[in-house]
């Protein structure tokens, strides 16, 4: 335990005597200083005892002495010690006063008392706690070290970490969500931290926060882990004080034995992204049969039931154009890594394979990781919900407001290894479409459903539409007549000229005119079916809301 005034009182060959501050000498000594200067306050960190002998010091004034140990009291100098029968045959009247108006300990240090007795006597207690310190974070690295090599690995490793600390100790996967809590009760208590590690967990990594607890008596300390650009987990650590050394020692050790774990977890990831990679090709290649006998073990579950295909991409929104060779996208590794935790909760398989800024995973139908995947874009638009809307807001939406990165995610339709080129086909149709629309996920089953009109609201269409009708509009501009009015109400009626005519109010022969016209200004002929087409989209394409 630290050394305090009360064991430095107790030390017979001190011989310390107390005159003021009786009930304030459990306060821990960090050093013993002596010092002559009027104003030692510069010269102090806190915790010293002072050991002076008044040279300088009119000690017999009492306002001098109320001023120097209101001074040095609040420069947090824990004590004074004063050498009796040097200057003075005797302490003071008025720093003892002083002193016990200020509530400062007060030390009677005898002749015969070297100041530098008292030092070594702190030096040697302060090592001594540093060696107990020491020894006990030793110890409990051992601990530790044999607790992560067991067969519970990290929750045995948490379970005598939380025993060491006497509080809890919980630890969070890369998407946030808690992998095991010591004792079990902490569980609850670390899931109310989900805000506060994804704040951490958007830091570079290796980081940490302290955070006091509202409803708690608590004090929580929270530990990035991993030794890449993002953090793959959290520890989080909760006590009722400041850590002490020998705690400091042992939460370092967890921290490095989680991230070498980890770390090597990420290593066996990597191999398996690589073995999914190859499976993949194979299954696009349409050699299921192939594709199962490498799957094996690790991905054969996964084929064995409907999947379906996710591709994802991310790209610069307008307020942060695309750099050359820029980091791999975040919003991409935040979705594999909720993916895979939800997978590793549920115990099904994922296949992810990330190439550059495309993701491209094979998830179970109705798993976890599907509605991971699901719950990560709905959160994507709720954020993009609360960003401010700006010129050309159009291409930023459907991204995440992480780095200037927008997302956008297809979903197939429910398959089997045979049909997986297919399936992957509607997955990109469906990315595609979920960009144009500004929305951060868009599953198959939507495209087929709806309509195929939402697809043109895109500029280039427009610039084509307005391309194509300009000669009309031209024309109707200068009064000779309502050519693209006519030429919409013709094509809406698939031609039929009397009742084309009826919707306009005017004469067959008239309509007949004015597509005779619309033909010599356009170019082009209306009876092909391809120009009718284009007409009838580029009219759509530039209808306002009410189809004008």
Request: hydrophobic share 45%; glycine share 10%.
């Amino acid at each position: 335990m630290p050394h305090t005034l009360a064991s430095l009182v107790n030390h017979t060959a001190l011989k310390l005597t107390v005159l003021a501050g009786e009930d304030r000498l459990d306060v821990p000594v960090r050093w013993a200083h002596a010092s002559e200067l009027i104003d030692p306050v510069p010269y102090m960190e806190g915790g010293e005892l002072l050991l002076i002998t008044a040279l300088k010091l009119d000690a017999d004034d009492e306002a001098t002495a109320r001023s120097y140990v209101r001074r040095v009291a609040r420069a947090g100098v824990i004590g004074l010690g004063f050498a009796v029968g040097v200057n003075y045959e005797d302490v003071p009247p008025a720093l003892v006063a002083a002193a016990r108006a200020a509530g400062l300990p007060l030390l009677g240090v005898p002749r015969r008392t070297p100041f530098i007795a008292i030092s070594k006597a702190v030096s040697a207690a302060v090592a001594a706690d540093q060696y107990r310190a020491v020894t006990a974070g030793f110890e409990a690295q051992r601990e530790l070290t044999r607790a992560a090599l067991s067969a519970d690995g990290p929750a045995e490793l948490l379970a005598r970490l939380a025993a060491h600390l006497d509080g809890w100790a919980a630890l969070y996967d890369a998407s946030g969500a808690v992998l095991a809590a010591a004792p079990d009760w902490a569980a609850r208590r670390a899931a109310r931290l989900a805000g506060d590690v994804a704040r951490l967990r958007e830091r570079p990594a290796p980081a940490s926060a302290v955070v006091s607890a509202a409803d708690g008596d608590d004090r929580v300390e929270l530990q990035s882990l991993g030794t890449g650009r993002r953090a793959r987990g959290v520890l989080a650590v909760g006590t009722g004080a400041p850590l002490g050394t020998a705690e400091r020692y042992a939460v370092h050790s967890a921290v490095a034995l989680l991230t070498l774990t980890t770390e090597r977890s990420r290593a066996l990831q990597d191999a398996e992204a690589r073995l999914g990679s190859a499976v993949l090709k194979m299954l696009l290649a349409g050699e299921p049969d192939h594709a199962r006998a490498v799957a094996g073990r690790l991905y054969g579950g996964l084929l064995d039931a409907p999947f379906r295909v996710v591709v994802a991409e991310s790209f610069a929104t307008d307020d942060a154009p695309a750099l050359p060779g820029r980091a791999p996208s975040a919003v991409l590794e935040g979705l594999a890594d909720a993916m895979d935790s939800a997978a590793a909760r549920t115990g099904e398989a994922v296949l992810a394979v990330p190439e550059g800024e495309r993701l491209t995973a094979l998830v179970a139908d109705g798993g976890g990781a599907a509605a991971a995947c699901a719950r990560y874009a709905a959160a994507t638009d709720d954020r993009l919900a609360q960003r401010p809307k700006t010129r050309g807001d159009r291409t930023a939406r459907g991204g995440a407001a992480q780095g200037g990165e927008g997302l956008a995610i297809g979903l197939s339709a429910p398959t089997g290894p045979a049909a997986t080129a297919t399936a992957h086909r509607q997955a990109e149709q469906a990315q595609s479409v979920a960009r144009r629309r500004g929305r951060a996920l868009i599953e198959h089953e939507d495209v087929a459903a709806g309509s195929v009109l939402p697809l043109l609201a895109d500029d280039a269409v427009r610039a084509f539409a307005d391309g194509l009708l300009r000669a009309l509009r031209e024309h109707d501009a200068t009064g000779r007549g309502d050519l693209v009015a006519s030429l919409r109400a013709w094509l809406s009626r698939h031609g039929q000229w009397d009742a084309a005519a009826a919707d306009l109010g005017v004469h067959r022969h008239t309509l007949r005119y004015r597509m005779r016209r619309v033909e010599e200004i356009l170019g082009r002929s209306l009876d092909d079916a391809d120009v009718r087409m284009e007409l009838w989209l580029a009219l759509k394409a530039t209808a306002g809301p009410s189809g004008d």
